[in-house]
């Protein structure tokens, strides 16, 4: 366990640490990481995704329905 120092006083300083300890604090969550495959999808999706605003822009010099594209987001996330 680190030394850290929450008062100064060492005594009251072991007394913290121990109890932070009992609940948990210094416990490191493993870290839930994506597979490679998932990544990947997501970045295609992303990509596909940009290149259709771009297109939507270069052609028409702003995203078409994009005040629909707003509110769709916006359902799905709410």
Request: glycine residues 8%.
């Amino acid at each position: 366990m680190k030394n850290v120092v929450f008062t100064g006083v060492e005594c009251d300083d072991r007394r913290i640490a121990d109890e932070l300890q009992a609940m948990g604090y210094f416990d490191e969550q493993g870290k839930e990481s994506k597979s490679a495959f998932s990544e990947m999808v997501e970045a295609v999706g992303n990509f596909v995704t940009w290149m259709r605003w771009k297109g939507e822009v270069g052609v028409y010099g702003c995203r078409v329905a994009a005040d629909h594209a707003r509110y769709m987001e916006a359902k799905v996330s709410a």
